[in-house]
């Protein structure tokens, strides 16, 4: 069933059309419908479209150019309203004038009053607003599955969640049992949900993008590589992946890594790095656990770029 904030844009256009209806129909009044009704077809589409290649940005908004919406993305009520506000006033205004009871005079003037009002109020809303409308964030439903940590992702993708929460919660289990994090989130979900309002992750909360990662097989991966903390803002490739693939072969997630190495592409230069990088790794899980956690630490703590 369509929920409340889907409905706010169609709704809001068939207030629109109905508002520029009211236009068109008042200049038919007034002008041959044989010429009126292909003249304002034109103008008025005209008129709209233009809006988005002008500054500043408020006549686009007052028009109801709302652009690009993203994944999860709704125009608040109010960027929904202005435009609302701006072509219903004008309509209302001359449906006034089509009272056939009061004074003509008095009629015109509330009528131009209804009218501007409506025009000076959408622009006053929008006169600040920069290119983007506000927006609201989040509107999709959502699918949550098990604990420790607790996963969510958009109700499509809900089929694959329990066993992605699964082995995201073991993945997280064995890097801790290794000594390579202490990460304990309490929630991970599906951040591509917020749109252009993207939030920040916190030591229990983590906003991942997962909705295309989830049916490609590779969202333990991006949990795996989030849990794993440099302590140094530069890292060079080969010590990157390096821990990346020891951690990745360690949860079960090497097919993953691969996937993601194939996507960031392999020319020569990065399929000699590989080849390194699989010999290191190989070297080191050849070794006791316990020097394997030395060697994740070492790897986790180190900024200066290794010599290939």
Known sequence: MPSLDSLRLPLAA?????AHAVLGFAVGCRVPRVIATPIVAVVDWVAVAFT???????????SGQFGSIGFGEVPSLVAAGVP????????????????????????????AAVAVGGVFGAYRTAADWPATPPLTAGNVAMKCAGSAPRMCVPEFNARHLPQVQR????????????????????????????????????????????TRQVPRGDAVYQVVVQSLHFRCKQV????????????????GQEKAYQMRREQEGLDPTALQVEKQVRADVTQVLAQPQAEQTEWIRKTLDTCEAKTS
Do not use: E, F, N
């Not at 068939?14 to 109905?18: G, I, K, R």
């Open 14 to 18: 068939m207030v629109l059309c109905v």
């Open 236 to 251: 060079d490739v080969r010590t990157a992946h390096s821990a990346w693939l020891w951690a990745a072969m360690r949860t």
């Open 167 to 210: 082995d995201t919660a073991k993945a997280l289990r064995v890097l801790r049992d290794a000594g390579a994090t202490s990460a304990q989130p309490r929630l991970i979900t599906d951040g591509y949900v917020d749109g252009r309002l993207q939030k920040p992750s916190t030591d229990t909360v983590w906003r991942m993008m997962l």
């Open 84 to 111: 609302v506000l701006l072509a219903g006033g004008v309509a209302a205004g001359l449906m006034i004038l089509w009272l056939p009871y009061g004074w003509r005079a008095l009629r015109v003037a509330v009528a």
């Open 52 to 62: 988005s290649a002008v500054l500043p940005y408020w006549p686009r908004h007052v």
